[in-house]
């Protein structure tokens, strides 16, 4: 297995006025903006989706960046993701990936791996971070994603993008369904056989769904907001249109689900 460990020097800024305007906001303060320092966020998919919300989580100042991915830069990658760009045609996601997000704040860490979120591989990456953010296009491996968590009892931060439509979700293992259980109400073999690929994204589009998952990691680990987002929450951005928020619970007899017993709220 080959994978790209950095040397980057990681840990809290030395220069706190960077987060000044952070730091203003009700909810945040010099001791949330610690945790964001020394939290570990893993994120599973370096496309559009997952560039955006890695960007902004790295300009918050989470201290360590995981990122898994196992493809290259395309041209055709180019209109739907920010931070990387026509140099990075030809070079893997993750490397491109890591420069610049060291390039937009040079006192976190970044670590990169080349390599696609398969079973064989998620227990790994999973075990290393705090949250995990599911920012894949492949249904198959956010349900490897949704397995692992719920064995390891790890939050998972989903996002699915279908053309001008994203949806968003908190998987809290005892405490919200699991993926399987959240893709079985769609017809779980039409979800995981579908092409997403084939339907197009909108750059913006998927930049808004990884905004959206970085603002509910910056929630959870700065204990901002309510609640994280346990309700599916859909968006149509050609309406402009919040379009459902869905109420989960697991289904009876999903293994993933009982096996977790019910956090207390
Ligand atoms: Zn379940």
Same mark, same amino acid.
């Given at each position: 297995?080959?994978?790209?460990?950095?040397?980057?020097?990681?840990?809290?800024?030395?220069? #706190?006025?960077?987060? *000044?305007?952070?730091? @203003?906001?009700?909810?945040?303060?010099?001791?949330?903006?610690?945790?964001?320092?020394?939290?570990?966020?893993?994120?599973?998919?370096?496309?559009?989706?997952?560039?955006?919300?890695?960007?902004?989580?790295?300009?918050?100042?989470?201290?360590?960046?995981?990122? +898994?991915?196992?493809?290259?830069?395309?041209?055709?990658?180019?209109?739907?993701?920010?931070?990387?760009? #026509?140099?990075?045609?030809?070079?893997?996601?993750?490397?491109? @990936?890591?420069? #610049?997000?060291?390039?937009? &704040?040079?006192?976190?860490?970044?670590?990169?791996?080349? $390599?696609?979120?398969?079973? #064989?591989?998620?227990? &790994?990456?999973?075990?290393?971070?705090?949250?995990?953010?599911?920012?894949?296009? &492949?249904?198959?491996?956010?349900?490897?994603?949704?397995?692992?968590?719920?064995?390891?009892?790890?939050?998972?931060?989903?996002?699915?993008? *279908?053309?001008?439509?994203?949806? +968003?979700?908190?998987?809290?293992?005892?405490?919200?369904?699991?993926?399987?259980? $959240?893709?079985?109400?769609?017809? +779980?073999?039409?979800?995981?056989?579908?092409?997403?690929? @084939?339907?197009?994204?909108?750059?913006?589009?998927? @930049?808004?769904?990884?905004?959206?998952?970085?603002?509910?990691?910056?929630?959870?680990?700065?204990?901002?907001?309510?609640?994280?987002?346990? &309700?599916?929450?859909?968006?149509?951005?050609?309406?402009?249109?919040?379009?459902?928020?869905?109420?989960?619970?697991?289904?009876?007899?999903?293994?993933?689900?009982?096996? *977790?017993?019910?956090?207390?709220?």
């Amino acid at each position: 297995m080959r994978t790209h460990e950095d040397t980057t020097i990681y840990g809290r800024p030395s220069d #706190h006025s960077r987060y *000044r305007r952070q730091m @203003a906001l009700p909810g945040m303060s010099p001791e949330a903006q610690e945790k964001l320092s020394t939290a570990k966020v893993a994120i599973a998919g370096m496309g559009g989706v997952g560039l955006a919300c890695a960007g902004y989580l790295a300009n918050a100042g989470v201290g360590h960046l995981i990122i +898994i991915d196992p493809a290259s830069v395309r041209l055709e990658d180019l209109p739907e993701q920010s931070l990387i760009d #026509h140099s990075d045609i030809g070079t893997l996601k993750v490397i491109a @990936a890591k420069r #610049h997000l060291q390039r937009l &704040n040079p006192s976190i860490k970044v670590t990169s791996e080349p $390599l696609r979120l398969a079973t #064989h591989t998620a227990e &790994n990456f999973i075990r290393r971070g705090d949250i995990i953010v599911d920012c894949m296009g &492949n249904w198959q491996d956010k349900l490897s994603a949704s397995d692992v968590c719920m064995q390891q009892g790890k939050t998972l931060v989903h996002a699915g993008v *279908r053309g001008y439509e994203f949806q +968003i979700y908190a998987m809290i293992p005892g405490r919200s369904a699991c993926l399987r259980c $959240l893709f079985a109400d769609t017809g +779980i073999e039409d979800v995981v056989s579908s092409d997403d690929a @084939a339907l197009g994204t909108l750059g913006p589009v998927a @930049a808004m769904a990884g905004s959206f998952q970085a603002i509910e990691v910056i929630k959870m680990i700065c204990g901002l907001g309510a609640t994280p987002a346990t &309700n599916l929450t859909k968006f149509d951005a050609l309406r402009r249109y919040v379009d459902q928020i869905i109420e989960l619970g697991p289904r009876s007899g999903c293994p993933d689900c009982d096996s *977790r017993a019910p956090l207390d709220m």
